[in-house]
Nanobody, 121 residues
């Protein structure tokens, strides 16, 4: 079992920045991809960004590409999401997730509890 705990959410004005962090309880995650989903009120949960644990390959939802950056710290077992140039449409609950393989899907093996990100206009 792996426990994921998100932190770093909050309220920010449009154009501002936030950095989310996901701390994982496991010590090794070789073969896993980790990253972030988000769910806004009245909308389906959508993929945001992912990173392979071993190789560090990254991929992004097109709407955040160029604004968000996902990174990992293998020694600390953490995954971070740096969010810049935030827009009101980025407002959502952000969930950390982990899945065996090379892609994150809505069938991820592990999920965090979520952290609220609110971007005011």
């Amino acid at each position: 079992q792996v426990q994921l705990v998100e932190s770093g959410g909050g309220l920010v004005q449009a154009g501002g920045s936030l950095r989310l962090s996901c701390a994982a309880s496991g010590r090794t995650f070789s073969g896993f991809v980790m990253g972030w989903f988000r769910q806004a009120p009245g909308k389906e949960r959508e993929f945001v960004a992912g990173i392979t644990w071993s190789g560090g390959s990254t991929y992004y939802q097109v709407s955040v590409k160029g604004r968000f950056t996902i990174s990992r710290d293998n020694a600390e077992n953490t995954v971070s999401l740096q969010m810049n140039s935030l827009k009101p449409e980025d407002t959502a609950v952000y969930y950390c997730a982990a899945q065996l393989g090379n892609k994150l899907t809505n069938r991820a093996d592990y999920w965090g509890q979520g952290t609220q990100v609110t971007v005011s206009s």
